[in-house]
């Protein structure tokens, strides 16, 4: 099948509804119409008040419309008769899901599980506008918009082999990208995506920066290696007071004493029969950010810690009152780079959306990604890396 290269020019693969296993979909009508084909060939239009129902058949897709099939087929492509169309689209079995909507194109196959593997392929704006709002919800200020859609922009551009081997580039999931929509409620995010066209983040190497983000520090970021094996020259720890007065700045957790020793004693071997170890069991205080329990000596990582018992983040003192380990802590996320409600804060305050990034990311700079990939290519890169 030869597609329209205007249709699809510069657009990227991603998978959606990974989440799921799906083996009925229904794909109808939003905005423009669709035409629909099955291996090549074109099978239906879908217009107003219409809809296809694609189900899994042996190895292969079923297309219905209405209660007519109109074959079985390998792939299916639903493809928008004009530019930045979009479509509805929703799970029917095992279990019904909630409609979404997206823009552009899809392409649906077979997965290796034999459910449905469905693929945006989607534009750059369309899907950064719906990550932003996936990630960052609405309602904020534009700079801020325009942080995410700075480094979403480098992320896109960064992992576009990521999931290659399942034939697509990203997913919608947040080890990728959370993309659960097209953009649906804040123009505001278009506006911020068009104002950092084709800018991307770069690091003192000039390699694309990875631009990791959280809710909330409390206060200071992380440094890298407390929370990974391995450190992120970039990513070094910030004191950050323009969070500190936000909702998710502080939290509180109670855990039984018996579970919390239990814990300890079990996994790292906590060493209760030392008289000064013991008393300090439930006790433990942090001014600023610390990667292990009481000392490093012990090996007992505080990321660790936070996983096991769901903790917010890592950054907590904690005290026992009765039998309960009460944790105070600072924060919500694994601390490293940009504090998102510290950002949101500091595009209030009036400060640039590369102001910000330069708060939180150290010696980085934001460049066009076309004048980008020329300077990789010549002696500049070679001078800088070496």
């Not at 480094?151 to 576009?160: M, N």
């Not at 995010?189 to 800018?199: E, G, M, P, R, Y």
């Not at 007071?241 to 020793?261: L, N, S, V």
């Not at 780079?337 to 934001?366: H, P, R, T």
Request: hydrophobic share 35%.
């Amino acid at each position: 099948m030869v597609i329209s290269n205007f249709c699809f020019s510069q657009s990227y693969e991603i998978g959606i509804l990974r989440r799921y296993e799906i083996n009925d979909l229904l794909i109808s009508y939003h905005k423009g119409s669709y035409n629909v084909y099955g291996d090549g060939e074109k099978k239906h239009t879908i217009l107003p008040t219409e809809s296809v129902e694609i189900k899994v058949s042996g190895n292969q897709l079923s297309l219905i419309q209405g209660v007519q099939p109109l074959g079985v087929y390998d792939t299916i492509w639903i493809e928008e008769s004009l530019p930045n169309h979009s479509f509805r689209i929703q799970g029917l079995k095992p279990k019904k899901l909630k409609e979404r909507k997206y823009n552009n194109n899809l392409r649906i196959t077979i997965d290796k599980n034999h459910s449905i593997k469905v693929v945006n392929l989607v534009r750059m704006p369309n899907y950064l506008a719906g990550v932003i709002e996936s990630e960052g919800g609405g309602g904020r200020h534009l700079e801020y918009y325009k942080v995410q859609a700075t480094l979403s922009r480098t992320y896109l551009l960064s992992h576009l082999k990521k999931h290659a081997k399942e034939g697509f580039q990203l997913c919608d999931q947040v080890h990728c990208q959370a993309y659960h929509n097209m953009l649906i409620y804040t123009p505001t995010i278009i506006d911020a995506v068009q104002a950092t066209k084709n800018i991307v983040m770069i690091d003192a190497r000039f390699k694309l920066a990875n631009g990791f983000f959280f809710a909330n520090c409390g206060g200071q970021t992380s440094e890298s290696d407390f929370v990974w094996n391995n450190a992120v020259s970039y990513c070094r720890s910030v004191v950050d007071t323009f969070c500190i007065h936000t909702r998710q700045a502080t939290w509180e957790k109670r855990i039984p004493k018996a579970a919390w020793k239990e814990y300890l004693v079990k996994e790292f071997a906590y060493p209760v029969s030392d008289s000064i170890f013991r008393n300090y069991l439930y006790y433990f205080t942090q001014e600023h950010r610390l990667a292990f329990y009481q000392i490093p000596q012990l090996g007992i990582p505080l990321r660790d810690i936070r996983y096991h018992f769901k903790l917010r983040s890592t950054w907590f003192d904690c005290h026992l009152e009765g039998n309960e380990v009460v944790l105070n802590g600072r924060g919500f996320g694994h601390g490293v780079g940009l504090c998102q409600e510290g950002a949101m804060n500091m595009a209030k305050q009036g400060y640039s959306y590369s102001q910000i990034l330069q708060f939180y990311f150290s010696k980085v700079g934001l460049i066009n990604y076309f004048d980008y990939l020329f300077f990789r290519q010549g002696k500049f890169y070679d001078t800088m890396i070496n």
